[in-house]
């Protein structure tokens, strides 16, 4: 009887398991699931970053547009911003503490058509702050979204 009992306990465990493994395979596959759950995390990421936050990102075509808020308490410059080595053309722009502004630019070598998945690995913020120049601020996590 003791043998009996295990035996079943042993078959249930297994195909309870087999069960959630096909379940985590079926939801693999769609990936709009797993991109979506990337670009809120993005987006959370990069809201709460310091001294500059990405508020909104806008791709579209080889052009971005993103809402930069100065998150520190003091006047910044922002004088360029990369995407994976790859600078923008944003030009100089001052930000007053706490201000949000709109930074564009062109993504060269880049292009992108509506809904297709982007990710940019490495961002950097190159700005000045007082009488320091050339300070940088590089995410620890990618900019994931879809074209509009």
């Known amino acids: 009887m003791k043998g009996q009992g295990s035996t ?3 078959v249930i465990l297994a195909v309870v398991l087999v069960v959630a493994l096909i379940v985590i395979g079926l ?3 769609f990936t709009g699931f797993g991109t979506a759950g990337l670009e809120q995390q993005s987006q959370a990421y990069w809201q709460g970053t310091s ?3 990405i508020q909104n990102i806008k791709v579209s075509g080889s052009s971005v547009q993103m809402d930069v808020k100065n998150q520190l308490t003091q006047r910044l410059n922002l004088t ?6 790859v600078d923008i053309g944003a030009g100089s722009q001052y930000f007053a503490p706490g201000q949000t502004a709109t930074v564009s630019g062109t993504i060269a070598g880049f292009t ?5 998945p982007y990710e940019f690995t490495k961002v950097i913020f190159t700005y000045s702050q007082g009488s320091i120049n050339g300070l940088t601020q590089m995410g620890d996590k990618s900019i994931v979204g879809k074209c509009s």
Do not use: H, I, K
């Open 27 to 29: 939801l693999g596959q």
């Open 80 to 85: 360029n911003v990369s995407f994976d080595g």
């Open 112 to 116: 992108c058509t509506a809904d297709q």
């Open 51 to 53: 001294p500059f936050s």
């Open 8 to 10: 079943e306990y042993l």
